[in-house]
């Protein structure tokens, strides 16, 4: 088993909303992140948990605040974003930070109106 | 810090035929590892094909494999017998293997490149 679940599949949200984002495995990986990708462009890297410890935080605004509850659970709280943070946004896992593949979720396609 | 480079922003491949996708890296890491990973438009990122750096052997899985010429920095991507559910975008990356250093966990990607297979 190699899935990485994420939801929601699709979310649209106003600017003055808050939302989180959910992303589950259980493949017994203590290293999950979460990724932005806009059309067309590579994955852009946000945050890397380690063992339950964020590792990565790869200067996202605050809007964002990622959380990893337990070794199978990372959300993405979203609060106040902005139009330009329309995005794919991907949830990855491997089983450490080492050379090892990251397997990745199908992705939440946020939409911020 | 590490930079992965996909010079091919698309390309095209008879159904059937073999294709060849470039991806050049660089790393001052000696020990580090290099993926593929392919994207339909369904945006689900599904990982291919992996080669360490100190693996002699290029890697193969199934009708992927990895043209590995370390002094190059070079990865290519081999698809052989293209079929029309290949079509999709490809990304090349890598992630460095030294514990402790800043960049420690991070997968890195290339600009990518949209195959298309053509019946």
């Known amino acids: 088993d190699t899935e990485v679940t994420q939801t929601p599949k699709h979310l649209v949200m106003g600017m003055t909303n808050k939302k989180s984002l959910k992303c589950e495995q259980h493949?017994?990986?203590?290293?999950m992140y979460w990724y932005k990708q806009k059309a067309k462009k590579p994955p852009e890297l946000m945050f890397v948990?380690?063992?339950?410890?964020?590792?990565i935080n790869e200067s996202v605004p605050s809007r964002f605040s990622p959380e990893c509850p337990n070794s199978s659970l990372l959300n993405l709280h979203l609060h106040a974003l902005q139009p330009e943070d329309s995005a794919l946004y991907l949830c990855?896992?491997?089983?450490?930070?080492?050379?090892?593949?990251?397997?990745f979720g199908q992705g939440t396609r946020l939409t911020v109106v | 810090a590490q930079k992965i480079t996909q010079t091919q922003p698309g390309m095209f491949v008879q159904e059937k035929e073999a294709v060849t996708l470039d991806c050049t890296y660089d790393t001052s890491d000696q020990s580090y590892g290099l993926f593929w990973y392919k994207q339909p438009s369904s945006g689900e990122m599904i990982f291919l094909i992996y080669?360490?750096?100190?693996?002699?052997q290029n890697a193969t899985e199934g009708r992927y494999s990895l043209n590995f010429q370390k002094a190059r920095k070079s990865a290519n991507l081999v698809i052989s017998a293209s079929q029309l559910g290949d079509s999709a975008m490809y990304f090349c990356?890598?992630?460095?293997?030294?514990?402790?250093?800043?960049?420690?966990?991070?997968?890195?990607f290339g600009q990518g490149t949209i195959l298309t297979v053509h019946p």
């Open positions: 080669q360490g750096s100190y693996d002699e």
């Open positions: 948990y380690s063992y339950e410890k964020l590792s």
């Open positions: 990855a896992s491997s089983p450490h930070l080492g050379n090892t593949e990251a397997f």
């Open positions: 990356a890598m992630r460095v293997s030294n514990a402790g250093g800043t960049s420690y966990g991070k997968l890195t």
């Open positions: 493949m017994g990986h203590r290293a």
